[in-house]
């Protein structure tokens, strides 16, 4: 199947620890992006990859790092976790940077 | 103000009825917009893209002004299967990316 695919679907974890969300997707694009959806459903950009050349970094923590080992993952590191960081994660992606995306379905973070 | 904004509703719309909102957008450079469905729970889904001259796909109908800096959607025939939140998603509100709006959730009931 084509698609954006994301792991894992769920993840619970405690105030501190360091986790990782990865994505991968098979459909030839070159842009890839993460979003955050928060309680208030609000869908921000957090990065976004061109050919695994990071060319969006909106005001995200730095304990919040993509890695893009080759323009069909794009992969989330995140250090530190806070109780604010509880989330739904969808990575994304598109054709082109100003293409509409595909989105994987999402990594539903909690920290508690 | 927000650089794309919509009614969060919800908007209660008897089966068979039709339904329209809009959703606002704040930089008149904006270039590319689009509609979005995004079920509970689920991911966003594109609904349709928004074109100029405004196009229809099926029950779905989708107009831009540009002048007045908004874009549309009309449901018409409304299904049960139709609930969920629409998401307006504009290319170039704040800088050379894709903008989201808040959503407008629709419930439509028996």
């Known amino acids: 199947d084509t698609a954006v695919s994301q792991t894992p679907k769920y993840l619970v974890t405690q105030m501190g620890n360091d986790k990782s969300i990865k994505c991968e997707q098979n459909l030839g694009h070159d842009t890839m992006y993460w979003y955050k959806q928060d309680s208030k459903k609000f869908l921000k950009i957090m990065f976004s990859y061109n050919n695994k050349e990071l060319i969006i970094n909106e005001t995200v923590p730095n304990r919040f790092s993509p890695k893009s080992p080759d323009k069909a993952h794009l992969n989330l590191h995140i250090n530190s976790l806070e109780l604010g960081d509880s989330a739904v994660y969808f990575c994304?992606?598109?054709?082109?940077?100003?293409?509409?995306?595909?989105f994987g379905n999402g990594t539903r973070l909690t920290v508690t | 103000r927000k650089e794309v904004e919509q009614d969060p509703g919800p908007f209660n719309v008897p089966e068979g009825a039709t339904v329209a909102f809009n959703c606002t957008y704040s930089?008149?450079?904006?270039?590319?917009f689009f509609w979005y469905r995004q079920d509970c729970r689920k991911e966003p889904k594109l609904l349709m893209s928004?074109?100029?001259s405004g196009n229809e796909d099926g029950r779905f109908t989708a107009q831009l002004n540009r002048a007045s800096q908004y874009i549309s959607l009309l449901i018409r025939d409304s299904k049960l299967s139709d609930s969920a939140t629409y998401l307006c998603v504009v290319w170039g509100a704040a800088g050379n990316k894709l903008t989201f709006g808040g959503g407008t959730r629709v419930l439509v009931k028996p």
């Open positions: 930089n008149s450079a904006s270039q590319s």
């Open positions: 928004v074109y100029s």
């Open positions: 994304a992606s598109s054709p082109t940077y100003n293409s509409p995306l595909h």
